[in-house]
């Protein structure tokens, strides 16, 4: 089982970034994939999270409308495009799974859901 996080990088504010998370050894049919975000001296906090199979998207206050999620199935990856970027979105980003959803799977309780396995964290940086 893997989930491999990818597409973080140096940016400019008012940048975009593509952020990548692919997952094998599972099947994602009955899945959650969320992304988390810390920053130095920070909790983790939930940025956005997608269920496999209906699609609903939820995303933290401080990213909707500049962040939209969205997964290919033919690769069993999800993506995070993040658009308008902001010096405090400087963080690691993680990307997280659940293997079957079970309870409520949205931005209210991401930050605390019982992810089965997770990702090494890709760094996004964004100078002012």
């Known amino acids: 089982v893997q989930l491999q996080a990818s597409g973080g990088g140096l940016v400019q504010a008012g940048g975009s970034l593509r952020l990548s998370c692919a997952a094998s050894?599972?099947?994602?049919?009955?899945?959650?994939i969320g992304w988390f975000r810390q920053a130095p001296g920070k909790e983790r906090e939930g940025v956005s999270c997608?269920?496999?199979?209906?699609?609903?998207?939820y995303y933290a206050d401080s990213v909707k409308g500049r962040f939209t999620i969205s997964r290919d199935n033919a690769k069993n990856t999800v993506y995070l495009q993040m658009n308008s970027l902001k010096p405090e979105d400087t963080a690691v980003y993680y990307c997280?799974?659940?293997?079957?959803?079970?309870?409520?799977?949205?931005?209210?309780?991401?930050?605390?859901?019982?992810?089965?396995?997770w990702g090494e964290g890709t760094q996004v940086t964004v100078s002012s």
């Open positions: 997280a799974a659940v293997e079957v959803i079970s309870t409520p799977f949205t931005i209210a309780t991401l930050k605390d859901y019982g992810m089965d396995y």
């Open positions: 050894g599972f099947t994602l049919d009955y899945s959650g």
């Open positions: 997608i269920s496999w199979s209906g699609g609903s998207a």
